[in-house]
Every structure is written in structure tokens, then in C-alpha cells.
């Protein structure tokens, strides 16, 4: 188990890629809000479409068995919502708010077994939690703005890119 866990540690740039895409597109949503929140959906897709990427690169490369099977469903899940965002974009709101609320789940579930992987880090729990709850009030707060859902998801995106990163650099080999 423990040479599983360090030949995963080999692919650290996939971190560090998700968490340099995650706090490139809260940047562009700070600088451009109304053109972010027109085309969130697409933006949040096309960002999770390269995260998608990223982890399936990882599966191409990885040798264990157990962690390429995880790697593969969290990569093909977030192809299948990416896609789905990208397609609907501007059409529904509440299509844009479920996936986005899906996707911080999923997110938050990631980051709490990656927490496992790297030593039960009190930090990566504490960003998981968060992201949890963002996802839950996205899915069933219907009242929220759209000011809110760009605040938050740029909040959200900054966290997991900062958070994403130091993952990454915390399992570079030295």
C-alpha cells in the first residue's frame, strides 16, 4: 500500500495544473462579472473539462491498480459534467446551480481522500467541509443570485486552486 501511494505522488504537476486552472478562472471572474456570469457555465465547464483532462493523463501514467479505477471515474465524471455544462450553457439556471453543486461534492469527497493519502491533513478536511457546504447551498438555496452563485464559485475556485496547488507541491519529490 505504501509504494502505491508513493508512485501516485509521481504525478504532483496534476495538482498543481488543476490548482493553477482553478485560480486562473477565479481571476478572469473577478475581472469580468457580468461576462463571467453570462457564461459561467461554460467557464466552469471548460475548467473542469482540463481538470478532466489532467486526472485521465494521471490514469494513463499510473500503475496501481486501485488508485488508476478511482482516478478514471473522478476524471470521467467530471468529463460527463463538463460536457453537460458546456452544452446547456445560458439555457437553465437550475441545470448551471445542480451541477455546480454536484461538482463541489465531488470536489469535497476528492479532498478528503486525498487528505487520507497525504496524512490526514487537518487543512484539506477543513477545505473539504467547506466545499461541502458551498455545493449544498448551491444545489438547494434556489434564492441565491447570481451575484452569490459568481461569488462563491470564485471564492470556491480560489481555495480549490490554492489548496490544489499546495497539494501538488507538497508531494513533489525533493
Do not use: C
Not at 8 to 23: E, Q
Not at 62 to 77: S, V
Amino acid at each position: 500500500m505504501e509504494l502505491a501511494v508513493y508512485r501516485s505522488l509521481r504525478h504532483w504537476w496534476v495538482f498543481l495544473v488543476r490548482g493553477i486552472l482553478f485560480i486562473g478562472a477565479a481571476i478572469y471572474m473577478i475581472l469580468s462579472p457580468t461576462i463571467s456570469y453570462a457564461g459561467l457555465g461554460f467557464i466552469f465547464g471548460f475548467v473542469i473539462f482540463l481538470a478532466s483532462i489532467a486526472e485521465l493523463l494521471r490514469v494513463t501514467r499510473g500503475r496501481d491498480a486501485a488508485n488508476r479505477t478511482r482516478h478514471l471515474m473522478l476524471g470521467l465524471i467530471d468529463l460527463a459534467i463538463a460536457v453537460i455544462l458546456m452544452q446547456y450553457v445560458g439555457k437553465n439556471v437550475a441545470i448551471l446551480r445542480l451541477m455546480l453543486g454536484i461538482w463541489f461534492l465531488i470536489g469535497s469527497i476528492s479532498l478528503f481522500d486525498f487528505s487520507r493519502i497525504v496524512g490526514k491533513s487537518v487543512l484539506l478536511n477543513f477545505v473539504g467541509v467547506i466545499t461541502a457546504v458551498v455545493g449544498l447551498f448551491i444545489i438547494f438555496d434556489a434564492a441565491f443570485s447570481s451575484v452569490t452563485i459568481l461569488v462563491f464559485t470564485t471564492i470556491a475556485f480560489i481555495i480549490t486552486g490554492l489548496f490544489y496547488s499546495w497539494l501538488g507541491y507538497s508531494m513533489k519529490p525533493d
